[in-house]
């Protein structure tokens, strides 16, 4: 038998292709097949959950689109510094958009989103459109309502009219009361304040008749209004029946300045607090803030007292985001506060515009402030 030797240099064959593959590499690629389906499965699939997200934060004290959040004509104002956020939140689902099975697996491992059944946030049957014409009325209310605020606070006379604003469908004043009827007396008892009405008729039994004075179409009326008996509130079954004649009231003032604040698409009450602080900035001298970044949210009323608002936890991440050396939260939310506060972010709890005030105004001018807390027993 001849053998023959390959000539030097010359090439081998080359062994045929391998085509099998490793259990390792099976397994990832399996793996990766059935994520991909599972995650197009989920994304098929909307649950009835509301995802609080958060969103922008901006400046009552710059500009939005170009233009100036915050305007005032026929008063002086004075330079500022440092901002005065406000905050914004996203809400997914319910009638505006949907809540895929994806999108809530994602936020159950997101620190800063918040989980909430539908029927807890909405209404049954509201539309999107509702809910878009509610925000902008809620939030023109809030602007008119921290313009009011800030005019008082340096001696400005705002004069006000507790107005009808709505009567609930059966209303037991339905037949007694119109929309837009300014409301004078209760019970013989001067009425200066929306919560004026209510308080005094708590004097009533439900069922009473009440003497109500007031002006309609410019005409002063004396009326005998119906009352009725509240629902019991579900966080306390046993409390005393409140009185009730059915309507919501408003609040008309006849401001002695034009104030404009232009908060692009943002809707909802929830701005007016800090809407107030930036119209007294800017209509007082020196620069209330000192050049510190602080945040805060809360609704404001003409008395000036804070309101609660929803997402505050959103809230407080977007301003840990974006780096604002304070936060300023109702007092109102401080269940929702304790032990939930981002790390880093200092957090002072306010009741009341004045209270705010001063504490913005402190911080700002370099003063060792013992910042009024939210705890446990809030």
């Known amino acids: 038998m001849t053998y023959y030797e390959s000539p030097p240099g010359a090439q081998r064959p080359?062994?045929?292709?391998?085509?099998?593959?490793?259990w390792r590499t099976g397994f990832a690629l399996g793996l990766a097949v059935l994520l991909v389906v599972g995650m197009a499965?989920?994304?098929?699939?909307t649950v009835d959950k509301v995802l609080y997200r958060p969103a922008g934060v901006h400046d009552t004290l710059g500009e939005m689109n170009g233009q100036p959040v915050v305007h005032v004509e026929g008063l002086e104002t004075y330079p500022t510094s440092g901002t005065l956020d406000f905050l914004t939140i996203i809400l997914d689902g319910g009638p505006r958009s949907d809540v895929t099975a994806w999108d809530w697996l994602m936020a159950t491992l997101d620190p800063a989103v918040d989980i909430y059944d539908v029927n807890d946030v909405y209404p049954p049957n509201v539309t999107a459109e509702q809910i878009q014409e509610e925000n902008v009325q809620l939030m023109t209310r809030s602007q008119l309502g921290a313009a009011v605020v800030a005019l008082r606070a340096i001696g400005v006379e705002v004069p006000e009219q507790v107005k009808v604003g709505q009567i609930i469908t059966n209303a037991p004043a339905g037949d007694a009361l119109e929309v837009n009827d300014e409301i004078l007396e209760v019970g013989g008892t001067a009425i200066a304040v929306p919560d004026d009405v209510s308080d005094r008729l708590q004097d009533f039994e439900p069922g009473d008749v009440v003497p109500f004075v007031?002006?309609?179409?410019?005409?002063?009326?004396?009326?005998d209004v119906p009352t009725g008996e509240a629902d019991p509130s579900p966080q306390d079954p046993d409390a005393e029946p409140r009185t009730i004649i059915g309507v919501y009231l408003a609040s008309d003032f006849?401001?002695?300045?034009?104030?404009?604040?232009?908060?692009?698409?943002?809707?909802?009450?929830?701005?007016?607090?800090?809407?107030?602080?930036?119209i007294y900035d800017k209509i007082t001298p020196g620069e209330l803030t000192g050049g510190l970044r602080f945040a805060g949210t809360g609704t404001i009323s003409s008395d000036g007292s804070v309101g609660g608002i929803g997402g505050i936890r959103q809230k407080m991440?977007?301003?840990?985001?974006?780096?604002?050396?304070y936060f300023l939260?109702?007092?109102?939310?401080?269940?929702?506060?304790?032990?939930?506060?981002?790390?880093?972010?200092?957090v002072a709890k306010v009741e009341n515009f004045q209270q705010a005030r001063d504490i913005v105004e402190s911080l700002g001018e370099g003063e060792d402030v013992d910042l009024p807390q939210c705890t446990a027993d809030d």
Not at 214 to 223: A, H, Q, S, T
Not at 254 to 278: C, H, K, Q, R
């Open 214 to 223: 007031l002006i309609r179409d410019g005409e002063r009326l004396e009326v």
């Open 254 to 278: 006849d401001l002695p300045y034009e104030v404009t604040i232009d908060a692009g698409n943002v809707g909802g009450p929830s701005a007016g607090m800090m809407f107030s602080l930036a």
């Open 329 to 346: 939260a109702p007092a109102a939310n401080c269940d929702e506060v304790v032990d939930r506060i981002p790390d880093g972010l200092q």
């Open 317 to 325: 991440w977007a301003a840990e985001r974006a780096g604002v050396d």
């Open 41 to 45: 499965l989920l994304n098929l699939v």
């Open 14 to 22: 080359a062994h045929p292709p391998h085509t099998r593959i490793g």
